[in-house]
C-alpha cells in the first residue's frame, strides 16, 4: 500500500498542493464539420490522451452511446506499459482511454467534440492543469484512415475558426496499441469522488459536460467494474 499511495503522490494526480490550476473551464465547440453519419453496425473504439487518465475516463463513461472506457497506455512498447515507468515520461506513452462505442448512438466525431470541449485543454503542450510531462500529452491515436481524417480536419476546423486562444496542441498519432492500465486506476474518479485532486480537477469536467453538451450526456455512467462482474 505504501508503494501504491507514493506513486500515486507523485505521479497523476499526485500534485495536490498546486490548486491554483483547476479543471479546465468548458469550451463551447461546433460538431465537425467532417464526420461519419451515425450507422448502424459493430462496435467501434477510440483512443484519446488528454492529462491524466483518471478525469477523461470519467467524462466519458458519462456519454451517450459508449459502451465501455478503459485507462490505459499508448504510444510506447508493452514492455514499459506500466504506471511507474510511464510517470517517468520516458517511455512514450501517454496515459490514454480506449472509447468503445454504438456507432448508431454516437459517432466519432462527437467524441471528438466532447475530448476538444470538456475533456481537456488541447492547447496545452506535455501538460495538463497541474500534471506535466509527455505522459500528459494531447493526442488522438487513430485506428484507421477515416479516423485521421476526421481528426485533422477537426483540429483545423476550430483552429480556423479561432475557437481556442492558443493553436491546438493534440497530435495525431496512429495507434500502434492500446494498453490496459492496472486495476486501481479504473473507475478511479466514480470510486474516489472526494480525493482532492478528483474534486478539484476532474468533477469539474462532469458539471461541464452536463452543462455544455446535453445531448451527449448520460447521467448513469457505464463502469468497468460492472461489465467484469
Not at 35 to 63: I, K, S
Not at 109 to 114: A, C, R, S, Y
Request: with cysteine.
Amino acid at each position: 500500500m505504501k508503494v501504491l499511495v507514493s506513486a500515486l503522490l507523485l505521479m497523476c494526480g499526485g500534485l495536490l498542493l498546486r490548486t491554483s490550476l483547476a479543471g479546465e473551464p468548458a469550451v463551447a465547440v461546433p460538431p465537425p464539420a467532417i464526420d461519419n453519419p451515425r450507422t448502424a453496425g459493430a462496435l467501434q473504439t477510440a483512443v484519446l490522451a488528454g492529462g491524466c487518465f483518471w478525469g477523461v475516463q470519467g467524462v466519458y463513461e458519462h456519454m451517450t452511446g459508449v459502451r465501455r472506457v478503459l485507462s490505459g497506455y499508448s504510444g510506447g512498447q508493452s514492455s514499459t506499459a506500466h504506471y511507474e515507468l510511464v510517470g517517468t515520461g520516458q517511455t512514450g506513452h501517454a496515459e490514454s482511454v480506449e472509447i468503445t462505442f454504438d456507432p448508431q448512438l454516437v459517432s466519432y466525431g462527437e467524441i471528438l467534440q466532447v475530448f476538444f470541449s470538456v475533456a481537456h485543454d488541447p492547447t496545452q503542450l506535455n501538460r495538463q492543469g497541474p500534471d506535466t510531462g509527455s505522459q500528459y500529452r494531447s493526442a488522438i491515436f487513430y485506428a484507421d484512415d477515416t479516423q485521421r481524417k476526421v481528426a485533422v480536419a477537426y483540429i483545423a476546423q476550430l483552429d480556423k475558426a479561432g475557437v481556442f486562444r492558443a493553436p491546438i496542441a493534440t497530435r495525431v498519432d496512429p495507434l500502434k496499441g492500446f494498453f490496459r492500465a492496472e486495476d486501481y486506476h479504473q473507475d478511479f474518479l466514480l470510486r474516489n469522488p472526494t480525493n482532492a485532486y478528483i474534486a478539484f480537477n476532474d468533477l469539474p469536467k462532469i458539471r461541464n459536460f452536463q452543462q455544455t453538451l446535453p445531448a451527449l450526456y448520460q447521467g448513469k455512467p457505464v463502469t468497468v467494474a460492472a461489465l467484469t462482474h
